[in-house]
């Protein structure tokens, strides 16, 4: 079954720190990655996506990811992070065929301490 | 502008109430959904509408029931819910499927800031 993976439940980071979360999905010819971040209280944003083209993705707050294929793994990354970035980060995959299906990852929440 | 929006905020319900949620978009998008969102856990598909039609019910109970009466407007009509169906119900949409008809993988979901509803 396509699934995605984030074994990070929380991460706990200093302010300023680098911090990086991962994501890994089930092997598929095409797939199409999202990072989404929930404030408390709030809906889900858009942080970023890979549908194709560049390995490299920048997103917005200073976030990127890459898509590693052959390790089936879009890790997310930012050199240094705020208290403003405490939330919980979801990846989410969608897999070519014919449909739009988000199959979202549990989730990881990211704690940051000043 | 990406702005997916959602009323009310908060709701407080009896089980036997009717109430509605309501969710509108204004980015043209023709695909709209439904998600329940239980705390820690990441969203769940309820429905999805398709050019205003039902095109897939994640065998959802009948006291859920979605109605979409236009492309901007997506409806959730709750009835007689249980304590276990409180939850934040979140509203998303996307482009919509092509001219050939099929969904389109690579489409993004935009979100609403969700309804936190609680079942008394």
């Known amino acids: 079954a396509q699934s995605v993976t984030q074994l990070d439940s929380q991460v706990p980071v200093f302010e300023e720190a680098p911090v990086e979360l991962r994501c890994n999905y089930s092997?598929?010819?095409?797939?199409?990655l999202f990072w989404y971040v929930q404030y408390p209280n709030q809906g889900l944003q858009l942080l970023l996506k890979?549908?194709?083209?560049?390995?490299l993705v920048k997103g917005i707050n200073g976030f990127e990811a890459e898509f590693n294929k052959s390790q089936t793994s879009f890790h997310l990354r930012k050199p240094s992070v705020h208290i403003s970035d405490t939330a919980e980060y979801f990846c989410a995959v969608t897999y070519g065929g014919a449909t739009n299906k988000l199959i979202f990852g549990t989730g990881t929440l990211l704690a940051v301490q000043p | 502008d990406t702005e997916v929006t959602q009323t009310p905020k908060h709701l407080v319900m009896g089980m036997t109430n009717k109430k509605s949620l309501k969710c509108e978009q204004h980015?043209?998008?023709?695909?709209m959904y439904w998600y329940k969102q239980k705390a820690k856990k990441p969203p769940e598909l309820m429905f999805v509408y398709s050019y205003e039609k039902l095109s897939i019910n994640e065998s959802v109970p009948s006291r859920f029931s979605p109605e979409c009466p236009n492309s901007s407007l997506l409806n959730l009509h709750l009835h007689a819910l249980q304590p276990e169906d409180s939850a934040l119900y979140l509203c998303?949409?996307?482009?919509?499927?092509?001219?050939?008809?099929?969904?389109?993988?690579?489409?993004?979901?935009?979100f609403g800031p969700g309804t936190r509803l609680l079942v008394l």
């Open positions: 980015m043209g998008h023709r695909a």
């Open positions: 890979y549908l194709s083209g560049s390995t």
């Open positions: 998303a949409s996307s482009q919509g499927p092509g001219l050939a008809g099929g969904q389109i993988p690579q489409e993004t979901q935009y």
């Open positions: 092997s598929s010819v095409s797939v199409y």
